[in-house]
């Protein structure tokens, strides 16, 4: 009880309760960014990039209903509240994630491709070949993938 580190962050007024629901409550939104930034809905907070890993994601994720399970019956209303809208919000997060292409490698790399992307029908070759490939990904993932 008496971490450095917990007087910091925590009012000395609040109680030892207190103090626990907001450490659960930080814990939850720890995860909760942590599997939105791998799934590449957030960027990497020091390098800027967006990373897109899947199952990093879901092993968060996994981890969020873990809690959940473990902690039935054990928390309160708001502490309940935040862990099941973290977990609803990931979960649509984490099907749309399957659902889209991953994000180009080259994209952050050379700043043309945008521009290349947006005349699609100027240069067919280089958009046919990628669209074509991404699609049979895609669907080999859609069906054996766990979707929430």
Do not use: C, W
């Given at each position: 009880?008496n971490?450095?580190?917990l007087?910091?962050?925590m009012p000395?007024?609040?109680?030892?309760?207190?103090?626990?629901?907001a450490?659960?409550?930080h814990?939850?939104?720890q995860?909760?960014?942590m599997a939105?930034?791998?799934l590449?809905?957030?960027?990497?907070?020091e390098?800027g990039?967006?990373?897109r890993?899947l199952?990093a994601a879901?092993?968060f994720?996994?981890?969020l209903?873990?809690?959940?399970f473990k902690t039935?019956?054990?928390?309160?209303?708001?502490?309940?509240?935040?862990l099941?809208?973290?977990?609803m919000s990931?979960r649509?997060?984490f099907?749309?994630s399957?659902d889209s292409?991953?994000?180009?490698a080259a994209?952050?790399?050379?700043?043309?491709t945008?521009?290349t992307?947006?005349?699609?029908?100027g240069?067919?070759?280089?958009p046919a070949a990628a669209p074509?490939?991404?699609?049979d990904?895609?669907?080999h993932?859609?069906k054996?993938?766990?979707k929430?």
């Amino acid at each position: 009880m008496n971490d450095p580190h917990l007087s910091e962050d925590m009012p000395a007024s609040g109680s030892p309760d207190e103090m626990r629901s907001a450490l659960f409550a930080h814990m939850v939104m720890q995860q909760s960014s942590m599997a939105m930034m791998l799934l590449g809905k957030t960027a990497h907070p020091e390098t800027g990039q967006v990373v897109r890993d899947l199952e990093a994601a879901k092993f968060f994720i996994d981890q969020l209903e873990m809690l959940e399970f473990k902690t039935k019956g054990n928390l309160n209303q708001e502490e309940t509240a935040l862990l099941k809208q973290s977990l609803m919000s990931l979960r649509m997060a984490f099907v749309e994630s399957v659902d889209s292409p991953p994000p180009p490698a080259a994209s952050p790399a050379k700043p043309e491709t945008p521009l290349t992307g947006a005349g699609l029908a100027g240069e067919p070759d280089k958009p046919a070949a990628a669209p074509a490939t991404a699609p049979d990904e895609d669907g080999h993932r859609k069906k054996f993938t766990k979707k929430y």
